[in-house]
């Protein structure tokens, strides 16, 4: 861990800290805390002694997995204590018992929602946990859920872990071998000054403010001072479906932009649910996640890695789905030409040294008190390439993104296996039975064209 | 860029991908294949943005085809009959 400090400290990443903004908002106002989920579905032949094996050995060898994360004597940024991760537990890993299902597929545990909605500490050095169910002794299969802090690893990083983990497990790599997690190489160089650091901040602060002209409405309504009780669905397509859909994406987006007709999607899927309330949404506002990660090495595995492209949409362009993918596009270039990913990157660096109350104040001010009309994400392949886990096949697997009771919704979308999985993450209450119909019949319509 | 050969093409876009965009190994080279070295979106149109500042001439991402997008070599290919064309 080259990057660590010579005190045993690493640094959270700017964007780290925008997100513990977040954390901060939820466990004040909601009573839970940011966390992010990964999925396996598995088959039979889980190993579990190895796995649990594997978990210690990785704890011991990277103390980032249990590091507690504090600013030091209280002021300045933010930093994982690595010389105090010994004191602390190691990462979770509770095993449950189900009864393997009559037929076909079982559905999702319900304690795997119920993870989203319960503290994980940042101060106990609590930031990762397992949950396994074994249906019939694990003779029909098992789920296994991480359930981690999203500061601990992004969306990318805990792909990259487990793939690390069964790598070792397989003895393919040494335990001790990971990507160093240190800064993602510098989006320019030489650094900029403070100076010009401030001015692309306030760039990427002016752009988003200036969406606040028609500020969006989110269908859980803004700041909400209620429960976290997330819970997700998993919608799977099959192969020919998939195939569709992968060609639609291309055809209608660009072969490697397929992400904007997956967002045009899901944007004419909330409308159509603002549309059978009869209210107006003012406009879309929605943030898409951009990995920053160097392109083709191995990148980071700790820590969060990205930049945000902010969109605005309008209720009067929902009715042309290729013309809403047209100015998504241009939007995305316009965003990229700006130099708004470094922007943005600016912007949240400065999260390091600011209040984490006032960070969350200044995302919510401009947009009337959301922070954005919902989530988004598309990770393209889930794990490509690994075909098993700990000595069981791996049959499905998707990402499940926190989401704060506002803006209430996310939609993730990832392919494992030419299976598309949708996974809409939406906090209890925000949809009804009948909304929630509506929702999905109008994302299935636009995807399969 | 007026009288820039396909060859000196070629290699600025290498250079620009090499150098600055993807994090590729000593084995990259203007023919590799640019999607398995890590080229996603990103880069493209970081890389469509850097070649605007050096010739004046945007690349319409509906011409960014897997086949176009094979190589450095490739993309330069097209590049240079954008420019032709301009």
Redesign the interface.
């Known amino acids: 861990m080259s990057a660590a400090g010579a005190a045993g400290t690493l640094p959270l990443t700017g964007a780290d800290c925008f997100l513990r903004a977040f954390d901060h908002e939820i466990r004040r106002m909601n009573g839970a805390s940011h966390v992010s989920q990964l999925v396996l579905r598995l088959g039979p032949g889980f190993d579990v002694s190895g796995f649990q094996g594997m978990v210690e050995a990785a704890a011991r060898a990277h103390p980032l997995l249990r590091a507690p994360v504090a600013r030091r004597l209280g002021l300045g940024a933010p930093v994982f204590r690595l010389a105090a991760a010994a004191r602390c537990p190691m990462p979770r890993i509770e095993i449950h018992e189900a009864e393997a299902p009559a037929d076909g597929e079982p559905p999702l545990p319900e304690l795997f929602f119920a993870r989203l909605n319960q503290p994980l500490s940042l101060r106990r050095g609590e930031l990762l946990r397992f949950d396994l169910v074994r249906y019939a002794g694990g003779a029909a299969g098992a789920d296994l859920a991480a359930s981690w802090l999203h500061l601990l690893f992004d969306g990318a990083g805990s792909e990259r872990f487990l793939r690390w983990l069964e790598e070792c497990f397989q003895g393919q790599r040494p335990l001790a071998e990971l990507p160093d997690p240190g800064e993602v190489a510098p989006v320019r160089s030489p650094k900029p000054s403070f100076g010009e650091r401030g001015r692309a901040a306030r760039a990427w602060q002016g752009w988003h403010d200036a969406m606040g002209a028609r500020p969006p409405r989110s269908l859980a309504g803004p700041l909400r001072r209620t429960p976290q009780a997330l819970r997700y669905t998993v919608s799977t397509f099959t192969a020919d479906e998939t195939a569709r859909v992968v060609e639609a994406a291309r055809r209608r987006a660009g072969f490697l932009t397929p992400m904007l007709f997956y967002l045009a999607a899901a944007l004419r899927a909330h409308h159509a649910v603002f549309q059978a309330r009869g209210v107006d949404p003012g406009s879309y506002v929605v943030p898409l996640p951009v990995n920053l990660r160097p392109k083709g090495g191995e990148g980071a595995v700790f820590r969060t890695h990205v930049s945000l492209i902010w969109f605005q949409a309008f209720p009067e362009q929902m009715d042309d789905f290729d013309g809403l993918v047209a100015d998504l596009k241009a939007q995305r270039v316009a965003a990229i030409r700006a130099g708004q990913i470094e922007n943005g990157v600016h912007a949240m660096d400065f999260a390091r040294l600011a209040p984490r109350r006032l960070y969350a104040h200044m995302a919510r001010k401009s947009l009337g008190g959301e922070l954005c009309s919902f989530f988004f994400a598309y990770t393209d392949a889930f794990l490509p390439g690994l075909a098993s886990f700990f000595g069981a096949g791996i049959r499905n697997g998707f990402h499940v993104p926190p989401v704060p009771p506002s803006p209430g919704s996310c939609l993730a979308i990832s392919l494992r296996e030419q299976r598309l999985n949708l996974t809409h993450v939406h906090q209890r209450g925000v949809l009804s039975e009948r909304e929630l119909a509506i929702f999905h019949e109008r994302l299935r319509a636009d995807l399969l064209g | 860029m007026a009288g820039t050969t396909q060859a000196e093409l070629t290699q600025r876009v290498f250079e620009i991908l090499r150098d600055d965009?993807?994090?590729?190994g000593a084995d990259f080279t203007p023919r590799s294949n640019l999607v398995a070295?890590?080229?996603?979106?990103?880069?493209?149109?970081?890389l469509m943005?850097a070649i605007e500042e050096s010739t004046g001439v945007w690349v319409d991402?509906?011409l960014?085809?897997?086949e176009n997008?094979e190589s450095a070599e490739s993309l330069a290919g097209l590049v240079y009959r954008q420019l032709q064309g301009s």
């Open positions: 965009l993807l994090d590729a070295a890590g080229l996603d979106s990103l880069a493209v149109t970081q943005l991402d509906s960014l085809t897997p997008l």
